[in-house]
């Protein structure tokens, strides 16, 4: 079987829209360390960047399962039309 560009497509929004809702709840490795030693209220307050998606979910939608599919459909695209693009510009580089 020969693997086209739009199989690997369809693989990364099946993870991005399904499996992004069994992701774990707790803290990732650097925020547990940060409770931990108690100083994570320290980087809370002004946004540095305002994330669009914040949390990995979609602010204005209420169901917290479809706004994680949500996130993940929308950062799985915008990253494949980032690559796919850089990878158009690049092809007849010759890096």
């Known amino acids: 079987m020969v693997l ?3 199989h690997g497509l369809v693989v990364a929004l099946f993870m991005g829209v399904v499996l992004s809702n069994f992701a774990s709840s707790s803290p990732d490795g650097l925020e547990r360390v940060a409770e ?3 100083f994570l209220e320290k980087g809370e307050g002004y946004e540095v960047i305002h994330s669009p998606l914040p949390d990995y ?3 204005s ?3 917290e399962a479809l706004a994680a599919s949500l996130a993940g459909l929308i950062g799985t695209l915008i990253m494949f039309g980032l690559v796919y693009g850089m ?3 690049l092809k ?3 890096v």
């Open 92 to 94: 007849g580089s010759s």
């Open 36 to 38: 931990d030693l108690r």
């Open 57 to 59: 979910t979609v602010p």
């Open 61 to 63: 939608i209420s169901n």
């Open 4 to 6: 086209k560009w739009y």
């Open 87 to 89: 990878g158009k510009a």
